[in-house]
C-alpha cells in the first residue's frame, strides 16, 4: 500500500489572527465617541454663535406718551432681510384680538421709520426690510395714530452715533499690540548706550624712564 501525501495538522488557534483584540476595538470605540461629542460641541458653539448674530431689535410705539415695546427677535428670518409678518406685529402688540372687528381692521396702521428718507413711512403686513451696518440690527415702529413716541430721539442719537468698536477693548488691544511690537523691535535691534555714559578716561602709557648705567669716573 503506497502511502499517501502526508496532512498537514490542525492548529488549534489559526496563524494569523483575522479580528483585532477587544482592547483595541474599545479604544477605537472610545476615540471615536470622543471625537463625535466635540464634533458636536463644535457645531453648537458655531450655531450658537450664528444664531446670536443674526437677531433684530424693534422698538414699537402703540400709544400716546407710553414707553415702547422692545421686543428682540432671533427666528422667522435672516439677515439682512428682515419680514413685519403677523406673528412679528402681534407679538409688538399691534393687532386686536377683538372678535368684532373685521380681520383686516384688526391690524392697527403701522408705520416704520425710515432712516434713509428722515421720516416715517407705512407698510402692510409681510413688508420686507434690508438692514445695513448702520442700523444696528435695530428697527423702530409705530402706531400711525400715536404722535408722542417717548424717548425716540434719545434712542434714534444713539443709534446715529458713530458706529465703533468697545473704546476699552480698542485701547487693551492697541496696548496690547503697541508692546508686542516693541519687545520685538527690541529683540532685533542692538542695546543703545545709555544717555548719559559715563566720561570716558583714557590712560596714557607710562613713559618710560631712562635706564641709569652706572657712570664711570677716570682717575
Excluded at 32 to 46: A, F, V, Y
Excluded at 148 to 166: I, K, M
Aim: some cysteine.
Amino acid at each position: 500500500m503506497v502511502a499517501g501525501p502526508s496532512q498537514p495538522k490542525a492548529r488549534a488557534a489559526p496563524r494569523y489572527a483575522t479580528q483585532m483584540p477587544a482592547i483595541f476595538t474599545q479604544q477605537n470605540a472610545r476615540e471615536e465617541g470622543m471625537n463625535e461629542e466635540r464634533r458636536q460641541r463644535e457645531l453648537e458653539r458655531l450655531q450658537a454663535a450664528a444664531r446670536e448674530k443674526n437677531t433684530v431689535v424693534v422698538y414699537a410705539w402703540t400709544q400716546n406718551g407710553v414707553e415702547p415695546i422692545i421686543y428682540e427677535f432671533q427666528d422667522g428670518f435672516k439677515l439682512p432681510s428682515f419680514y413685519f409678518t403677523l406673528s412679528v406685529l402681534q407679538k409688538l402688540c399691534m393687532t386686536s384680538e377683538d372678535p368684532d372687528i373685521p380681520a383686516p381692521a384688526r391690524i392697527a396702521p403701522i408705520q416704520r421709520y425710515n432712516r434713509a428718507l428722515d421720516t416715517w413711512t407705512r407698510f402692510d403686513v409681510g413688508h420686507m426690510v434690508t438692514l445695513h451696518e448702520r442700523d444696528a440690527g435695530i428697527l423702530f415702529v409705530r402706531d400711525a395714530r400715536v404722535r408722542e413716541c417717548v424717548d425716540f430721539d434719545q434712542h434714534l442719537h444713539r443709534l446715529t452715533r458713530p458706529v465703533s468698536a468697545n473704546l476699552m477693548t480698542d485701547l487693551t488691544s492697541e496696548w496690547k499690540y503697541v508692546r508686542a511690537a516693541s519687545l520685538a523691535w527690541s529683540s532685533r535691534t542692538p542695546s543703545l548706550p545709555p544717555t548719559n555714559p559715563a566720561p570716558h578716561i583714557t590712560h596714557k602709557p607710562r613713559s618710560r624712564m631712562p635706564s641709569l648705567s652706572p657712570v664711570s669716573s677716570d682717575n
